[in-house]
């Protein structure tokens, strides 16, 4: 509410920029782990180590 009326700040401004980039790299890995792409990974390279 209170942005609504005025713009934020640059430097609010830059920290919610850096925050989304957090997070959407905090999402990247768990979106993996949902499709099952790390366990395929593990598959392919446990051939390899013995």
């Not at 990247?28 to 180590?49: N, Y």
């Amino acid at each position: 509410m209170r942005f609504s009326r005025r713009r934020p700040t640059p430097h609010l401004g830059r920290a919610a920029d850096i925050a989304d980039v957090v997070a959407i790299m905090a999402l990247i890995p768990l979106a993996c782990a949902v499709i099952g792409l790390f366990g395929a990974i593990q598959g392919m390279f446990a051939s390899i180590g013995g």
